[in-house]
Nanobody
Framework: QVQLVESGGGLVQPGGSLRLSCAAS????????MAWYRQVPGKQRELVAR???????VYADSVKGRFSISRDNAKNTVYLQMNNLKPEDTAVYYC??????????????WGQGTQVTVSS
């Protein structure tokens, strides 16, 4: 099976930085897009950033210029560097990966979520 383990959330003051990590475990031989989503109570989960296996990236307009997504394909790990954090970035952040190989593990997987709180 595939498990995603997230880390790096916490409480930070406005203007501060955090780095989230998400490691996928299991006998994985191929992952296509890896992404970060976030959700606040009462709202839909929204895409924050996505990175494809070749390195191309997509960001939500609200985080462009402040957040940076990266991945280490050898470690099946995706990162989200968050700088200049704002109170409106407060949410539970979830990583999402799409496993494409091997066939028995093909599917879409979600992490357990990590809380990010931006407050003074």
């Amino acid at each position: 099976q595939v498990q995603l383990v997230e880390s790096g959330g916490g409480l930070v003051q406005p203007g501060g930085s955090l780095r989230l990590s998400c490691a996928a475990s299991g006998r994985i031989s191929g992952i296509s897009p890896m992404a970060w989503y976030r959700q606040v109570p009462g709202k839909q989960r929204e895409l924050v950033a996505r990175i494809r296996s070749g390195g191309s990236t997509v960001y939500a307009d609200s985080v462009k210029g402040r957040f940076s997504i990266s991945r280490d394909n050898a470690k099946n790990t995706v990162y989200l560097q968050m700088n200049n954090l704002k109170p409106e970035d407060t949410a539970v952040y979830y990583c999402n990966v799409n496993v494409v190989a091997p066939i028995p593990l093909v599917g879409d997987y979600w992490g357990q979520g990590t809380q990010v709180t931006v407050s003074s």
